[in-house]
C-alpha cells in the first residue's frame, strides 16, 4: 500500500537543468515545490572535488555520473521488422542521473538557436518548395518565434555565466574583427564575460576557415573566462583549461550546472525541496485524465509513496519525459503506421561527423588542456546558410574545433593501420597525441516516420514497467548532409598542412551504431507545437490533454538542431515558467483552445 505525502503546491520529475530553473521560478511566484530525483545527491564536494574529480577511469571510463543500465535503461531497434535489444553499455549517448542530471557532466557549449529552426518546415517549403522535403520527413515548426524566445536566452546567458563575443547587440554591430558570428541572430545585450582564449588548436581552425573564404567565430561557452556572480547571487570562478569538462563536475566552480548557478539560491528556499533517490513510476490522473493529481514514486528504501500536487512538471532527461507520459496515459501514443498520435512520435538525434588531422613533430597542440565549450566555429553551412537547393538534403551544421581535453585513456588518435596495443601502438601514441586536431560537423538531424520512440512489449525494467524502445536508423537524407558537410570541413582541414586526415562521411547503408558515442542531444517525443493532433504539448509546454502537467527539455524539440540543444532547453523552460507564473497560476487550465 502505497504512503501518501502531504499534498504540495508543484512536483517536479527530474532535477537538470530544465527542473532548476522551474523550481526557482515557481518558488519566486510564492508556491510550495518538491523536486524527485531519481539519481543519487551531487554537488561540487564531493563530485567536483579536486583531484579525485579528474579520474578519467571513474568518471568517463567507469561513467560514474550518468544512468544506472542495471535498472532502467532503453531497447533499440533499426526498423519496425527487427526485435529491439536493450542498451546495456554507455556508449553511443550518456544520461546523466543524480543532482544536476546531465547538466553537471555536460560539456558547456551554450549556444541560442538559428531562428530559421524554429519555423523549419516553414521556411524549407516558402524558399524551396514543399516537395523539397523529403516523403516520411516529419519536421514541422516550434510554434514560438526566436523575438519571442529572445529575452529568455538573455535571462539564461546571465544565470549561466556565458562567455562568448555578441555581433549585433539591438541591431549595433559590435562584434565585426573581434570574434562575433556574422550569422548570429540579433541579441538584447551582450554576453555576460568575454569569450574565452582561443586554443592553438582553434586557432589553426580559425587561420585555415578564414583562407577558404568562411567566417570563423568564438564559440559561446558555459566556461566562464574570468570570476563571475549570477543573477542569483551564485558564484563562479576562472575556467583554467583543466580539459576535463564533458563527463565531470569541475572543481574550478567554472563550468554552469545546476548545482552551481541555482540550487545555491533554492537551498535557502523554505518553500523548496529536493529529494533524491527518488524513482517516479507515473503520474496519477483522475478517473478521465484530464487533470494529474501528483505522481507515485519510490523512495530511496523502495517504498512506494505518492505525492500529491496541483501542478506537475516532467523535466527529466528527453527519454524518460516520454516514457513517463506513455507510461501515465498522457497523450496518445504514436502510431508509425497511420501516421497519429503524438506520444513518440518525431525523434531525432545529431548527425555529427569528424575528422582528425595529424602533423608532424613541428606542429605542437597540447590537447591535453581545454574546456568544453571553448572553441572557434563556423555557420556558413549551418541551418540555412547557403542555398540548399542544389545539394537536395534538409539541414545544416555548424563546424568547430572545441579542445574539450583528449584524455590519456580514450583520447589517443593513431593512424589507420595501427595495432590495437604493444610497442608499435605505443609509439604512435606518442608520435600523434599531442600533434592532433580534431574538428566536428555538428549536423542537424531532421525528423522521420520511422524514427519513433513506444513502449517496448519484450523488456522490463527494474520495477516491472515496460523499457522505452528506440525505433531509429539513418535516413538518406543524413547520410547526404554528412556527405556534403565532410566535405567542406575536410577543405578547412587541408588547409592547415596536415601530413594525414582520418575520417569520413557516413556512407548509403551506414546503419545507427550504439558503440559509438554521438553525443548525448536526443530530441523529441513530446514535441511542442500549435495542432494538438501532430504535438504531444503546446507552445508553452502545456501538455494539450492534461493541462496541469508541463513538459520542458529536448523531448520538445520537433527535430534536431545544429547547435547543443542546453540554451534553448533553457530559454524554452524560462519561457514557459513566466507564462505559469503570469498566467496559468491566475486561471488554471488550458492556455491554448485546441
Known amino acids: 500500500m502505497a504512503n501518501e505525502m502531504k499534498k504540495t503546491d508543484v512536483v517536479i520529475v527530474g532535477f537538470g537543468w530544465a527542473g532548476a530553473i522551474m523550481a526557482k521560478e515557481l518558488t519566486e511566484a510564492g508556491l510550495n515545490v518538491v523536486a524527485l530525483e531519481r539519481g543519487p545527491h551531487r554537488d561540487t564536494y564531493p563530485d567536483g572535488a579536486y583531484p579525485q574529480s579528474i579520474d578519467e577511469l571513474t568518471y568517463n571510463v567507469r561513467k560514474k555520473l550518468f544512468q544506472d543500465l542495471s535498472k532502467s535503461t532503453v531497447t533499440v531497434r533499426h526498423n519496425a521488422s527487427q526485435t529491439a535489444l536493450p542498451y546495456r553499455q554507455l556508449n553511443a549517448f550518456l544520461p546523466g542521473t543524480g543532482t544536476g542530471g546531465a547538466g553537471l557532466h555536460w560539456s558547456g557549449c551554450h549556444f541560442r538557436v538559428d531562428p530559421v529552426e524554429l519555423r523549419l518546415r516553414s521556411h524549407y517549403e516558402e524558399r524551396y518548395g514543399k516537395d523539397f522535403i523529403p516523403e516520411g520527413m516529419t519536421i514541422q515548426d516550434f510554434g514560438v518565434s526566436y523575438d519571442e524566445l529572445e529575452p529568455f536566452f538573455d535571462k539564461a546567458e546571465k544565470v549561466f555565466g556565458t562567455s562568448g563575443t555578441a555581433w549585433t547587440v539591438n541591431g549595433k554591430v559590435v562584434g565585426k574583427g573581434k570574434g562575433g558570428n556574422p550569422y548570429a541572430a540579433d541579441r538584447s545585450d551582450n554576453f555576460p564575460l568575454k569569450a574565452q582564449e582561443r586554443t592553438y588548436s582553434a586557432q589553426l581552425f580559425a587561420a585555415a576557415s578564414e583562407s577558404v573564404g568562411y567566417h570563423p567565430y568564438d564559440m559561446p561557452s558555459a566556461n566562464t573566462s574570468g570570476p563571475y556572480t549570477n543573477t542569483y547571487g551564485a558564484q563562479m570562478g576562472p575556467c583554467n583549461f583543466c580539459g576535463y569538462c564533458s563527463g565531470y563536475a569541475c572543481y574550478m566552480y567554472s563550468k554552469a550546472s545546476p548545482n552551481v548557478n541555482i540550487l545555491p539560491a533554492l537551498r535557502q528556499e523554505p518553500k523548496f525541496e529536493l529529494r ?25 528504501s523502495g517504498r512506494e509513496q505518492v505525492q500529491p500536487a496541483d501542478l506537475v512538471i516532467l523535466s527529466a532527461f528527453q527519454f524518460h519525459n516520454v516514457h513517463l507520459m506513455l507510461l501515465s496515459g498522457i497523450g496518445k501514443p504514436y502510431n508509425p503506421i497511420t501516421n497519429e498520435g503524438v506520444v513518440g512520435r518525431n525523434f531525432a538525434y545529431q548527425n555529427i ?9 613541428n606542429t605542437t597542440t597540447n590537447p591535453f588542456i581545454g574546456a568544453g565549450g571553448a572553441g572557434v ?4 553551412f549551418n541551418a540555412d546558410n547557403f542555398d540548399h537547393g542544389p545539394y537536395g538534403f534538409v539541414g545544416g551544421s555548424p563546424m568547430w574545433v572545441n579542445q574539450a581535453g583528449t584524455k590519456p585513456v580514450s583520447g589517443l588518435p593513431t593512424p589507420p593501420g595501427t595495432p590495437a596495443w604493444g610497442s608499435e601502438w605505443k609509439a604512435a601514441v606518442a608520435e600523434t597525441y599531442t600533434h592532433h586536431v580534431s574538428m566536428d560537423a555538428h549536423g542537424a538531424h531532421q525528423s522521420y516516420r520511422v524514427n ?3 513502449l517496448d512489449p519484450n523488456y522490463k525494467d527494474a520495477y516491472g514497467q515496460p523499457l522505452l524502445r528506440m525505433t531509429f536508423d539513418w535516413q538518406d537524407n543524413d547520410i547526404k548532409m554528412s556527405e556534403f558537410m565532410v566535405s567542406k570541413m575536410h577543405n578547412i582541414a587541408k588547409a592547415m598542412n596536415p601530413k594525414l586526415i582520418m575520417g569520413g562521411p557516413k556512407t548509403p547503408g551506414t546503419h545507427f551504431d550504439t558503440t559509438v558515442y554521438q553525443t548525448t542531444h536526443m530530441n523529441g517525443g513530446a514535441i511542442m507545437g500549435e495542432d494538438p493532433k501532430t504535438s504531444a504539448i503546446n507552445r508553452y509546454l502545456q501538455s494539450w490533454d492534461v493541462p496541469n502537467v508541463f513538459v520542458p527539455g529536448a523531448s520538445a524539440f520537433p527535430q534536431g538542431l545544429g547547435y547543443n540543444p542546453t540554451g534553448l532547453v533553457a530559454a524554452l523552460t524560462y519561457w514557459s515558467a513566466k507564462t505559469i507564473r503570469e498566467v496559468y497560476l491566475k486561471n488554471p487550465g488550458p492556455l491554448v483552445q485546441a
Open 276 to 300: 533524491n533517490d527518488s524513482y517516479v513510476l507515473r503520474v496519477n490522473l483522475t478517473d478521465d485524465k484530464k487533470k494529474a493529481t501528483g505522481v507515485t514514486y519510490l523512495d530511496a
Open 353 to 361: 561527423s569528424t575528422l582528425k588531422a595529424l602533423f608532424d613533430k
Open 377 to 380: 566555429a563556423i555557420d556558413d
Open 452 to 454: 519513433y520512440l513506444d
